[in-house]
């Protein structure tokens, strides 16, 4: 029997196309070593290895025990601005473990290769970003994310690995981990809302986003890989509406019915404005962003109410401790 494997399938987004996988009547192999994610998130239906992409010999055992027809590569530690004190941690986790992954789909004659890469790639280019650009990241992040999608190029025109990656940008929704300190905004707010805690700002808030609900984008990267035109193609996908992050605390108070306090931080380094363009992507799947911000943040608002207050984690493995945010040491 041929199986999709979803890597990352017990965490946010991955969790969203394993879904719709089995919606769609395939067979699905969740791979995740639950760092990010949570086996509530699993559909029953699913069949789940609990382990590490950075495993290359679990990798190797998944795939001979199994006939992987399609891999969809959603394990990463996606926190961007973190990335700059945890290299080590980063490329271990974010390039060498999508290498093992697409070691073993080369080995095993994988159809297609679906990879979640990130607008971090784009660095601080111009918005909107779009796929002409030649990507500029500006941190470890983002530096790793460009060198999977080159990984696949050459493993393309070598081995004739067929792929298709996609660069979201600011995905909120349900399943999102809202114990994370270090990344989706969203969550981090709507957890501090709940806990009756001011929402913590980097600078003064002017930062633009196009923030995307995650359940305009779980059906097009599942379904990617029954449109040939999609093969050897990177795509920008995401909202198009853009909002400061002082608007986004403003419509998160509003979904949730709580109203908070902002406390601004000193900003750190990260791109201040960043939004792409879309029109590659709805020239084959239309127009396919539909939710707009209030209504997408009152569906996770519905969600984050019912999950409940999660304890703010804190990453352990800080290799680099210069420059670092003071609010990522508070306990």
């Known amino acids: ?129 779009n796929e002409d650009m030649i990507p500029q990241p500006e941190d470890p992040y983002g530096i790793a994310k460009l060198a999977v999608e080159m990984d696949l190029k050459v493993s393309h025109e070598m081995f004739g690995l067929d792929y298709v990656i996609f660069r979201p940008h600011n995905v909120y929704g349900e399943y999102q981990n809202l114990g994370d300190r270090y990344r989706n905004v969203v969550g981090i707010f709507m957890n501090q809302l709940m806990q009756g805690n001011p929402l913590t700002v980097f600078g003064d808030g002017s930062q633009t986003r196009a923030f995307t609900y995650v359940g305009d984008i779980g059906q097009i990267i599942a379904h990617c890989v029954d449109h040939k035109a999609c093969y050897g193609e990177v795509f920008n996908i995401g909202a198009d509406q853009e909002y400061s992050v002082k608007e986004l605390a403003t419509e998160v108070m509003n979904a949730m019915e709580i109203d908070g306090e902002l406390r601004f931080l000193e900003a750190r380094n990260e791109v201040l404005h960043a939004h792409a363009d879309h029109s590659k992507i709805k020239a084959i799947f239309g127009e396919y962003s539909k939710t707009s911000l209030p209504d997408g943040l009152k569906k996770m608002a519905d969600w984050a109410k019912r999950t409940g207050i999660k304890k703010s984690t804190k990453f352990e493995n800080i290799e680099i401790t210069e420059k670092l945010p003071p609010i990522w040491l508070e306990d």
Not at 12 to 32: C, P, Q, R, W
Not at 56 to 69: N, W
Not at 88 to 96: A, H, K, S
Not at 118 to 126: E, F, K, Q, R, V
């Open 1 to 129: 029997m041929p199986y999709s494997l979803v890597t990352g399938g017990a965490g946010f987004i991955g969790a969203h196309v394993t879904n719709e996988l089995l919606a769609s009547g395939k067979s699905v192999i969740v791979l995740d070593d639950l760092s990010g994610g949570f086996t509530e998130n699993i559909p029953q239906d699913a069949i789940f290895i609990e382990g590490s992409i950075t495993d290359h010999d679990l990798l190797s055992k998944v795939f001979e025990e199994y006939d992987i027809e399609y891999v969809y590569h959603l394990a990463a530690y996606a926190a961007e601005g973190l990335s700059h004190f945890i290299k080590r941690f980063n490329y271990t986790n974010n390039l060498i473990g999508s290498v093992n992954l697409i070691n073993e789909s080369v080995k095993h004659k994988v159809k297609c290769f679906v990879f979640t890469s990130s607008i971090a790639t784009y660095g601080a280019l111009p918005p909107p970003m």
